[in-house]
C-alpha cells in the first residue's frame, strides 16, 4: 500500500544554517507529493507540492523535488531563521485513493 | 475570516461525558476530515466525508461517530468520552479532484 517515510526529529539548527529534512515514499503509479507545516498552536498549511515526476515545489525559501527514481521529495531551505521552528509532514496523494498519507511529521528548532 | 473554523477550541471534560465537536467552512469542499493528533503520532484519520450522504470510517473510528449536517459543516461526536481520547483534533477539506487538504486551528480536548 501507500506509504510515507520521513526523518524523525526532532531536528536543531542554528539561524542561517542549510536544512534538509528527508521524505521517501512508496506508492503505485503518480502520486502527488506534498509538504505541510504546522507551527505551534496551529492547523496544519499546505507549504508546497509537486503533481510530477521532476516537478519542483517552491514557497517562502523552501523548495523540494519529485525524484521519482529514488521515491523522494526532501524537503530543502539554504538559510533557515527562528520563525521556521514548526513541525514538517511530508504527505503523499494518489487519485486512486480517497485520503492524503501523512508522513510522522519532523519538528524543527531553530536558534538564534 | 479563516476558511475552515473549528468549536471549540479547548474543551476540558470528563470520563463518560458526551461531547461534540464542530466544524465548518466556507472553502465550498465536498470533501471533509477529521483527524486526531497525538505527540509522536503525526495524525490518523478518524472519518471522512464526500458529500452529505457519504460518509467514511477511517483507520480509528471506534468511539466517536460523526454528523455531515451540511456541505459546510461535519461535526465529531464522542459518545462516552475516555483519557486516552485526549489529543488535539482537526478538521480538514478537500476539493473533489486534488489532493491538498485545507486545515482548521484545532480543538484540545482533554478527558480527566
Known amino acids: 500500500g501507500n506509504s510515507v517515510t520521513q526523518m524523525e526529529g526532532p531536528v536543531t539548527l542554528s539561524e542561517e544554517a542549510f536544512l534538509t529534512i528527508n521524505c521517501t515514499y512508496t506508492?503505485?503509479?503518480?502520486?502527488?507529493l506534498f509538504w505541510y507545516v504546522q507551527y505551534p498552536g496551529e492547523g496544519l498549511q499546505l507549504l508546497l507540492k509537486?503533481?510530477?515526476?521532476?516537478d519542483k515545489g517552491s514557497n517562502k525559501g523552501f523548495e523540494a523535488t519529485y525524484r521519482k527514481e529514488t521515491t523522494s521529495f526532501h524537503l530543502e531551505k539554504g538559510s533557515v531563521q527562528v520563525s521556521d521552528s514548526a513541525v514538517y509532514f511530508c504527505?503523499?496523494?494518489?487519485?486512486?485513493?480517497?485520503?492524503?498519507?501523512f508522513g510522522s511529521g519532523t519538528r524543527l528548532s531553530i536558534r538564534p | 475570516d479563516a476558511d475552515v473554523t473549528q468549536t471549540p477550541r479547548n474543551r476540558i471534560t470528563k470520563t463518560g461525558k458526551r461531547i461534540m465537536l464542530e466544524c465548518s467552512q466556507t472553502?465550498?469542499?465536498?470533501?471533509m476530515y477529521w483527524y486526531r493528533q497525538d505527540p509522536g503520532l503525526g495524525l490518523r484519520l478518524i472519518y471522512y466525508?464526500?458529500?452529505?450522504?457519504?460518509?467514511n470510517k477511517g483507520e480509528i473510528s471506534d468511539g466517536y461517530s460523526v454528523s455531515r449536517q451540511a456541505q459546510a459543516k461535519f461535526s465529531l461526536s464522542l459518545e462516552s468520552a475516555i483519557p486516552n481520547q485526549t489529543a488535539l483534533y482537526f478538521c480538514?477539506?478537500?476539493?473533489?479532484?486534488?489532493?491538498?487538504?485545507?486545515f482548521g486551528p484545532g480543538t484540545r480536548l482533554t478527558v480527566t
Open positions: 480538514a477539506t478537500s476539493d473533489l479532484d486534488r489532493g491538498e487538504q485545507y
Open positions: 506508492a503505485t503509479g503518480y502520486p502527488s
Open positions: 509537486a503533481t510530477k515526476a521532476d
Open positions: 504527505a503523499l496523494w494518489h487519485s486512486s485513493a480517497s485520503k492524503i498519507i
Open positions: 472553502k465550498g469542499h465536498d470533501r
Open positions: 466525508s464526500f458529500d452529505v450522504k457519504d460518509i
